[in-house]
Every structure is written in structure tokens, then in C-alpha cells.
């Protein structure tokens, strides 16, 4: 008797102690791999995957806590930046250069350093001041820099707001004392350095305009094998100006310089266009990264029926496209491509795709336990299909989380 | 039967059962009469087996394991029975004779043992029978003789006595409802515990702060049943709603970035919101003369913000709420953050740089956020809702930027992992929120707002359309930009919004030509009476069961959503979150 009230004790003991722990969510999913904890000496914690299903070879340069960290395909962190608010960081084709975007409050340098770390040579610097604007809100010619993309071992392509008191300004009205800052794509040499804004400004070459109104342009990316092809996302609203409309563009990035009179920044649909639509006006894709061969492309897209995002890979349109951008034939041309996009793996988050230099693997961010981390999906090309595909599952490669609006960057 | 074990001593009964012998020795521990010899109503375990084969003193009788031996204040053996006040002789558990006492029973099905009863037999009823007094013994021990207990003829039990003491057995499920009970009453006990250490002092803190109104501010809650009434059930209320940057702003020297006036019907569920510029320039009441918006808030608080829109608009204020903006950064930071998807760059040259430690509450910075999936701090998550001027259709896309943010937020707060941060949740808003409506009040209008299509809220925001901006305007703060209002596009839509009639007006000391008049652009002077304090303290004694009680009335009720209140705290991040947006999609936190 004395037995089985123990039993049911035990028993009764068991399924509280279950119910607890379902309520308080204790357990939960357990990882696939065998994560070892890398100290980063940035007060933050990361772990590294040490499985062999999350092997790589090459190395991963990436943010946590806005200090610039590069992961090696042994598997081991290193931290190259320490208490600087770093983003966005892109190696030189010969491998020597990281450059970077540090932020400083309102403003932002562009730089760049040996990829082994070490002193940093500000290409320009977007230090400036505010002044006032009777009448109007306060005016200023501080400057944002973004995301870099080498085009060649000495020159860069970034995101910049220099045109914000210029171009806007002669649209009048509201956008005038409160002009729009958004981001358009510049080119420069890094053969200068410490040049201020307004010199940098000078020295550049514009490479891309954006629509006022919704932030401009991101994610550019030289195409590799044609150095005079750039895809970026272009953010603007339709012309009602009411629907945000969000598509992958491809550029010759000399043509505004080529052809100053002929290109404008401004309203969609206002003029002519240098670019060309790879994707439909009704979805919503992001984050193009070409692959080493520059024949595909691997982008996000968003799927707002089932509040998911997609990691896609398409191949890059046959043709000449950016000779005659707004040719009714190359518009239809470049829109060619994107149903045959395969879709690699979806999830809640997912972005930042980037290839491994031998086109075998896609790292990429997701969202998983309430912290971004770097993942990597194997893809194969099927040669009957020609189209992409993930083999096995998705791997997860650190934990701990990273800077998801910061783009990685994978070297051989 | 093989040699007897003999326990030396003061020996009262026969020879020990062998079967005894054995249970005892399987489960063996030594008591201790606590008492001298000759006390043995008193007893204490002291574990283990006897440390001596020889003979037991007084101190090491034994008792089996996992009975807690009795004590002097609750006896469990009458001093009449053998062995008891005799001797320090100590019967074996399980070697009883049978009591004929029925065993009483405690509200807790716990034996109750009374001078008469025998609690070694009933403790082991299903040896009692197999042994018959008398100490046990050791297994091997030869030569003791166990002092055994021979219960007086009027303690002996029967089989009929059994069989009644097991017909008044209290059952298993009254036991199981006892022992449920008197968890309620340790978890009851527990969660006023918990409300009195974690939320007691700041909800006191945040709501029912009264402030005195100034003279001449009308009392519209004076001849209404509020005060002790539901907050809803009489007619119009009008709450004024002002954001600050940072808690310091609420008694000091500081001016109040946000004004909102809210006006709800219960009876017809309309809801208007009216957001008044915070420079817009008015004549402050009191006497205390021409002056921003913002500034009236900075002169006199509270009272003099209520006082300044009766007097200019006439719109009576029932209620006040005051938000410090860094209450809604702390909320996002104690839930580690929020997670979104940007759905585009946000990029604003002209974010207002008004939180604390702000140098100039009237400058500006400059923001660029990324777009895309994303981590958010509560830095972060705050410029996110806030930027102006990061979207071609302006209010609409910060609309939907706010949407977002509480749809995140709201995934946070339904984590079963946030009940442990609920304290830190009520530490953050303490002192950045503060309100002279209780907390039902608030959990009421909140749970009333949802049932509201946001799309029938009317929102009307004095900007462009109803004034225009003076640059440079000399003030006795030197010159400064100011909104002076279009009067004459202003009154309807106050008398339409908040149902004055002729009553509405638009007392800003400006000319019919549009300009600021002479007289009108009075600098800022003494009051001519002396204002009222900026606060006055809650109306009520703070009493932290007052406030338990609050408590555990707002969490009786529920959203309509089927959500948890949490502790009443979603409410008032509600209260947060509509005055940090400016918006009534704060009311969907």
C-alpha cells in the first residue's frame, strides 16, 4: 500500500514538474551541432558550430555588437575592431583591404584597414554641423556612408545622402526645409583619404539615383566578371505615391556619368531610367548578392501572404540589359529570369544571403531562439532543371547572435 | 523461536515479537527522551542505529526512521500509559496492542492523538497486530530483554473498533481537496506578497497622482459619478495626455514635447484625438502670459497645461496622463529588445534630439536605419516610431512603422518567460508614467478602446492646415520659431471634436490679420497669482492593499483579445505607447 501511494506521488510529482516546466518554458529546442564558445574579448558571447556539416573553407567577415569579427574556416573568431559602431564590411578582390562604414552619431566615416586589422584610413569622413533655416527646419552637411562594394582593387561603391541639399532642394516645397536624406550609390577612389565631405562629394561619381521618399538605395554589388555591372535594391513608391514598391535593379554604373543630362534623381517614373527591373513591381525582394561566376543571383523575398521571408536564387537575365535600359524589349528581357527563381529555405527573418567563393554554400542570417545568426545552406545546380537547390538542412554555423542589418562578407 | 534479544533496563513487558525485532531492525532509530526518566512523554529522534550493544540509557531508546518523534508541546503519549510518565521505557511502533480509542482526525487528515489514544499502533496498523508491546529488538541481539508497553485494559482495541476507525477514514478526495485548499491559500498568500514587493509602490506611483487645478479651471468631474464610479459609465471625458523626454520633466524646469487632448463617448464609442504643436503660442492661464505650448507645461506643470487649454479652447480636461519617452525605451529594453523587419531605409535629418541629456531640447539628429530584418534596442525601436520625415506618405508609413513596433512588442509581453521581467516592466514606468486615474480607470478606457475601429477614430493634428510657422518670434526665451494658430479653421473643428458648440474657443492672442498682436506678444511675467503646484501627490493613502485590490481587478477582467494584463501593467503601457506614438494605435500594445 505504502509503495503505490509512493508511485503515485512520484507520479503526480513527475507530471508537475513537466507542467512546470512547460509553463515557464524551460527545455525547448535543442541545437544540432556542437557549439564551441569563441572569446571575442567584446563582451558579447559567440559560439561556433565545431559539427562537420557546418565545415566551410574561406573566411567570414561579419558585425556582433558593431565590432567587426572574422571567422575562419577553422572554425575559430577573431575580433578586428573594438569599441566602434563598424557595419557593412567588403574585402578587395585581391583580398588585402577590408573596407567599412563606422558611425559616429549623426554621421558616418567610410574606411577601410588591412583585413588582418591594424590602423584605418578614413577615405572620407561625414563630420559636419547643423545651421539654421528660417522658416524651415535646420539644415546641415553631415553625411551618412554605407555599405561599400569594391569594383576593383582601388575604387569603391557606397551609399551616401550627399545630394540631400542639392538635388532635393530644387523640388521646392516641403522637401526643401525638410529634405529627404535618401541614399543613393557613389563611386570613389581610395587613393585619397581624410577628404571632408563636401571633397568627397566632389571626388565621387554618382553611380545610382534614388526616388525621394523611401530611403533610397541599398545592398550594391559589382557583378563579378562584368566590373561595369552593379544590381542594388531600389526602394521608391509607386505613382500614386502611396504603394511602396521595392525591386532589384541592374545597372551600368557609368551611365549617369556617361550620360549626366540624360538621368535624374527624383519621382518614379519621371524620366529616364539607367537601370532595369529584375523583379516584378509587385513583390518585394531585397539583398541581391551575385554568385562567384556572377551568373546567378541570390536574393530575399519578402511573402507578406504567410508573413514570411524567402531566400531565392534566380539566374542572372541573358542579354545585353544595361546598354538600352529603357528599351520596352530589355525591360522585358530583364524580367525574364525571375520566375524561374528557386527557393532555397524560408523562414520568420532571413537575410544578408552571401555565396562561398566556390559557389557551393549560401550563408545567409535567420532568426531562430530570438537572436540572428549566421547559417549555411549547401546548393547544388541541377543540371536538368537549371535551377538551385539546398542539399540536406539548413546548418547553423554560430550562435549567440550578430548584427542583422550589417551585410557579412565571405573571402577565399 | 530462536533466542530472544533481551534489552536491559527498566523492563514492563514481555519478551519482544520476533517479528518486531525484525521491522525494528530493518528501520531503526534512537530516541531521545528529552526529558529526565521518568518523563516519557517527550521524545526527540537522534538517528541511527543504538551506538552501543549494550544497554540503552535513556537516551537511546529507539524509534523507527521517518516518524518525527514528539515533542514536550505536542505529546504524544498520555502520561498515564506504560512507559510514558513511567520510565524512560519506549515502545516499538508496530508493536502496540490494539487502543479501542477511535482516531480523531485534523482538518488536514492528520491523526490527532488524544491522551487516550495509542499513535504507534495507528501509525503502523498493519504491524500492530503482529507484535504486542514491548520494545523491539535487534535481530541477534541475545540476552536483552525489550521493554515492552502493555496498554491498560480500557486502551485495548477490537477488531469492531478497527473496522469503524477505517469507516471514519477521511477519503482520498476530501484529503486531495484540503491539500488544494490550503495551496490556494499558501499561493492567495504568496501573490499578495508578490503585488505588495513588486507592484505596489510603483503603481502607487503612477496612478491616482492628483493635481490641483488652477483657478479658474473647471472641474468637469465634479458633477459626474466619477470618483468612485466607472469611469465609463457617465458622459464625455476629455484626457489631456503630455510626453516629456525623461522622468526629471515632471516637477522641474522642463517642457512637454507632446500634448494630446483624447475625447471619448461611452454612450456613442466616439473617439477624437487632437494633437496640439508643442510650440504653438498661446495665452497661458494664470496670468502668466503669451508663451509656447510646451512652455506652459515647463511654467506650471500639469495645471497649468489643463488650466491653459480650458482657458484658450475651451475644452474641459477630466483626466491627465504624462509619459516620459524613456519609459518606452526602458519597456523594449527589459524584453531584451524587439525584432523587426524595417520595411524600408528610415532616414530623418530633422529626428528631434529632446531625450535625456539632450544639451538643447529643440535640436535635432539625424538617423539612418537599415532596412530589413533586424534587432532593435529601445533607442533604436523609439526613432523608429518617432522619425517625421523617413516616408513620402509621411503619418500613414509612421502608422504602420508604430504597428509593427507593437506587434513585436505585443510578441514580447505574450512570452511566458515575461513574468519574470513583470517587476523590472513596473520599475520602468514608475516615474515615467504618471496619471490621476486609478488603474482600473486606465485598464477600462484601455479595454474600451479596442473595441473601437481605429479607422473611426478622428485624429486631427494643428499643423499646417489649421496654422503656420513665425521663424525667429522674439519670446522671453529669445527669438524662437512658433505655430500660431488659424483660428478661424480651428473652433469647428474643436466645437465638432469635442461637442462645445459655442462654447469652443481659440484664445491665442492673435490679431484678426493672422499676426501675434501687440499686446498678445506679452513676454513671459509673473503670474498674478501663484500656481499651483505642479503636483500634488496621490489623492488616496497609497494603502498597498488598496492598490493589491486594484490589481487583482484588473486581472479578473480580460483584454478583448483574450491576453493576459499583466499585473495591470499592459494597460499602462497602453497609456505609454498612445502618447509616445501620438497615436491610437498605442492603444494596441
Known amino acids: 500500500m505504502k509503495n503505490r501511494v509512493s508511485f503515485r506521488v512520484a507520479f503526480l510529482l513527475v507530471l508537475v514538474a513537466l507542467a512546470v516546466q512547460g509553463c515557464l518554458g524551460i527545455g525547448g529546442s535543442s541545437n544540432q551541432g556542437n557549439f564551441k564558445p569563441e572569446n571575442t574579448g567584446n563582451g558579447q558571447k559567440i559560439s561556433v558550430n565545431q559539427a562537420t556539416q557546418a565545415v566551410f573553407k574561406g573566411k567570414i567577415y561579419f558585425t556582433q555588437g558593431r565590432n567587426l569579427l572574422v571567422l575562419d574556416g577553422s572554425r575559430t573568431v577573431k575580433q578586428l575592431t573594438h569599441g566602434e559602431d563598424v557595419r557593412d564590411p567588403a574585402v578587395s578582390p585581391d583580398g588585402k583591404w577590408i573596407a567599412f562604414d563606422v558611425r559616429y552619431g549623426d554621421y558616418a566615416n567610410l574606411v577601410y584597414m588591412s583585413v588582418n586589422g591594424g590602423p584605418q584610413h578614413v577615405i572620407i569622413s561625414g563630420n559636419g554641423h547643423y545651421w539654421t533655416n528660417s522658416g524651415g527646419f535646420p539644415q546641415d552637411d553631415f553625411y551618412w556612408f554605407g555599405q561599400p562594394a569594391w569594383s576593383d582593387n582601388s575604387h569603391l561603391a557606397f551609399l551616401s545622402d550627399f545630394q540631400k541639399n542639392f538635388d532635393w532642394a530644387q523640388l521646392g516645397g516641403d522637401f526643401a526645409s525638410a529634405p529627404f536624406v535618401d541614399m543613393q550609390i557613389f563611386s570613389i577612389s581610395i587613393t585619397h583619404t581624410n577628404l571632408t565631405g563636401a571633397e568627397g562629394k566632389a571626388d565621387s561619381q554618382i553611380v545610382a539615383y534614388a526616388d525621394y521618399g523611401d530611403g533610397g538605395d541599398r545592398d550594391p554589388m559589382y557583378r563579378p566578371g562584368h566590373p561595369s555591372q552593379i544590381i542594388y535594391t531600389h526602394y521608391t513608391y509607386d505613382k500614386t505615391g502611396t504603394n511602396q514598391v521595392i525591386q532589384l535593379y541592374l545597372e551600368d554604373a557609368n551611365a549617369i556619368a556617361q550620360h549626366p543630362t540624360m538621368y535624374s534623381p527624383g519621382v518614379e517614373g519621371s524620366g529616364l531610367d539607367p537601370a532595369v527591373a529584375l523583379t516584378p513591381p509587385n513583390v518585394e525582394c531585397i539583398e541581391p548578392a551575385f554568385s562567384p561566376n556572377g551568373n546567378w543571383i541570390a536574393y530575399i523575398r519578402r511573402n507578406p501572404s504567410t508573413n514570411s521571408m524567402g531566400l531565392y536564387v534566380m539566374p542572372v537575365p541573358s542579354g545585353d540589359l544595361t546598354s538600352n535600359p529603357n528599351s520596352p524589349t530589355t525591360q522585358k528581357a530583364a524580367l525574364a529570369s525571375y520566375p524561374e527563381s528557386s527557393l532555397i529555405m524560408q523562414g520568420q527573418f532571413i537575410g544578408q544571403p552571401v555565396w562561398s567563393p566556390d559557389g557551393k554554400q549560401i550563408a545567409f542570417l535567420s532568426y531562430n531562439n530570438n537572436e540572428f545568426d549566421i547559417w549555411l545552406a549547401n546548393v547544388s545546380l541541377n543540371a536538368k532543371t537549371n535551377q538551385y537547390a539546398m542539399q540536406g538542412s539548413p546548418i547553423q554555423l554560430t550562435q549567440g547572435g550578430v548584427d542583422a542589418d550589417s551585410r557579412p562578407f565571405w573571402t577565399p | 523461536m530462536q533466542e530472544q534479544p533481551v534489552v536491559k533496563g527498566p523492563v514492563t513487558g514481555p519478551a519482544v515479537n520476533p517479528a518486531a525485532a525484525q521491522a525494528f531492525a530493518t528501520r531503526s532509530q534512537a530516541i531521545t527522551p528529552s526529558a529526565s526518566p521518568g518523563n516519557g512523554n517527550s521524545y526527540h529522534r537522534t538517528g541511527g542505529l543504538l551506538s552501543s550493544m549494550g544497554q540503552p540509557s535513556p537516551a537511546q531508546t529507539i524509534m523507527p526512521v521517518g516518524v518525527i518523534a514528539p515533542t514536550q508541546s505536542q505529546p504524544l503519549l498520555a502520561p498515564n500509559m506504560p512507559g510514558g510518565a513511567a520510565a524512560g521505557a519506549m515502545p516499538v511502533m508496530g508493536t502496540m496492542a490494539p487502543v479501542s480509542n477511535p482516531r480523531r482526525v485534523d482538518p488536514f487528515g492528520l491523526p490527532v492523538v488524544s491522551p487516550q489514544t495509542d499513535v504507534w499502533s495507528q501509525a503502523w496498523p498493519d504491524t500492530a497486530q503482529a507484535a504486542v508491546g514491548g520494545y523491539g529488538a535487534y535481530a541477534g541481539q541475545v540476552g536483552y530483554a525489550p521493554p515492552a508497553y502493555q496498554p491498560p485494559p480500557g486502551l485495548q482495541k477490537s477488531a469492531g473498533n478497527a473496522k469503524k476507525r477505517k469507516k471514519r477514514r477521511v477519503p482520498i478526495w476530501a484529503r486531495v481537496i484540503l491539500v488544494l485548499v490550503l495551496i490556494i491559500l499558501l499561493a492567495g498568500g504568496a501573490g499578495a506578497y508578490y503585488y505588495e514587493t513588486n507592484f505596489a509602490a510603483p503603481v502607487a506611483n503612477i496612478t491616482g497622482q492628483v493635481v490641483p487645478r488652477m483657478k479658474g479651471d473647471v472641474n468637469p468631474n465634479q458633477n459626474s459619478t466619477s470618483g468612485g464610479g466607472d469611469i465609463l459609465s457617465g458622459g464625455r471625458i476629455n484626457i489631456l495626455l503630455l510626453g516629456s523626454d525623461t522622468d526629471q520633466k515632471f516637477n522641474g524646469d522642463f517642457l512637454a514635447q507632446t500634448d494630446i487632448v483624447v475625447t471619448i463617448d461611452p454612450q456613442t464609442k466616439y473617439v477624437g484625438m487632437l494633437s496640439i504643436p508643442r510650440d504653438t503660442w498661446l495665452n497661458a492661464a494664470g496670468g502668466y502670459g503669451m508663451m509656447k505650448l510646451d512652455q506652459a507645461y515647463g511654467r506650471g506643470g500639469v495645471g497649468l497645461s489643463r488650466a491653459t487649454i480650458y482657458q484658450d479652447f475651451g475644452i474641459p480636461i477630466n483626466y491627465y496622463g504624462w509619459v516620459g519617452l524613456d519609459g518606452f525605451i526602458k519597456v523594449v529594453n527589459t524584453v531584451n529588445g524587439v525584432d523587426i523587419d524595417a520595411f524600408h531605409p528610415i532616414t530623418d535629418d530633422n529626428y528631434p534630439d529632446d531625450r535625456a541629456g539632450s544639451k538643447n531640447q529643440y535640436a535635432y539628429m539625424r538617423l539612418y536605419i537599415a532596412p530589413g530584418p533586424q534587432h532593435m534596442n529601445g533607442d533604436t525601436a523609439l526613432e523608429y516610431v518617432r522619425s517625421r520625415h523617413a516616408d513620402l506618405v509621411g503619418d500613414f508609413g509612421r502608422s504602420q512603422r508604430q504597428q509593427q513596433l507593437l506587434s513585436a512588442l505585443k510578441l514580447k509581453l505574450n512570452n ?164 509616445v506614438f501620438e497615436s491610437p494605435i498605442g492603444m494596441q500594445a
Open chain 2, 416 to 579: 511566458p518567460s515575461i513574468v519574470s521581467e513583470l517587476p523590472q516592466l513596473a520599475n520602468d514606468l514608475n516615474g515615467y508614467v504618471k496619471t490621476d486615474m486609478q488603474l482600473t480607470d486606465v485598464f477600462k478606457l484601455m479595454n474600451f478602446a479596442r473595441t473601437i475601429n481605429q479607422s473611426q477614430i478622428k485624429q486631427v493634428v494643428l499643423d499646417g492646415q489649421y496654422s503656420h510657422t513665425v521663424g525667429s518670434y522674439p519670446t522671453a526665451y529669445g527669438p524662437q520659431d512658433i505655430v500660431v494658430l488659424n483660428c478661424a479653421a480651428v473652433i469647428p473643428v474643436i466645437a465638432q471634436m469635442f461637442g462645445l458648440g459655442d462654447q469652443a474657443r481659440c484664445d491665442t492672442g492673435i490679431s484678426s490679420t493672422g499676426k501675434p498682436t501687440s499686446t498678445a506678444v506679452a513676454t513671459v511675467t509673473s503670474p498674478a497669482s501663484t500656481a499651483a503646484p505642479a503636483f500634488a501627490g496621490p489623492v488616496s493613502s497609497d494603502s498597498v492593499w488598496q492598490v493589491a485590490q486594484q490589481m487583482t481587478e484588473v486581472n479578473g477582467l480580460s483584454y478583448s483579445d483574450g491576453s493576459s494584463s499583466l499585473m495591470g501593467m499592459r494597460s499602462l503601457l497602453d497609456l505609454l505607447c498612445m502618447t
